[in-house]
């Protein structure tokens, strides 16, 4: 089993930049493929990137790819999201996620944070 924390959201003009961080408990963090979603109010959770355990292969949404990386750290237990060129559309609340198995798909995951809130001012 594994807890995440999602860190370093906020408020940034669009254009910017943020980075999140998802900070992992236990000793096996580099076992799991990791994933971002993000959720508006009233919308779905979507995907926006995923990154397997050895950080060899990434996957990106059609939305974000070119302006976010996706990475980790296995010896920090910690994945990164870096957001650039941020749009007021990225607004949401955006999660982590640990899953056994690699995905672009909720349901694949098993294991979630608490989220943290992005918000871009136009």
């Known amino acids: 089993q594994v807890q995440l924390v999602e860190s370093g959201g906020g408020l940034v003009q669009a254009g910017g930049s943020l980075r999140l961080s998802c900070a992992a408990s236990?000793?096996?963090?580099?076992?799991?493929?990791m994933g971002w979603f993000r959720q508006a109010p009233g919308k779905e959770r979507d995907f926006v990137a995923a990154?397997?355990?050895?950080?060899?292969?990434?996957y990106y949404a059609d939305s974000v790819k070119g302006r976010f990386t996706i990475s980790r750290d296995n010896a920090k237990n910690t994945v990164y999201l870096q957001m650039n060129s941020l749009k007021p559309e990225d607004t949401a609340v955006y999660y982590c996620?640990?899953?056994?198995?690699?995905?672009?798909?909720?349901?694949?995951?098993?294991?979630w944070g608490q989220g943290t809130q992005v918000t871009v001012s136009s």
């Open positions: 996620a640990a899953a056994f198995r690699m995905g672009t798909t909720a349901t694949t995951y098993n294991y």
């Open positions: 990154i397997s355990w050895s950080g060899g292969s990434t």
């Open positions: 236990g000793r096996t963090f580099s076992s799991y493929n």
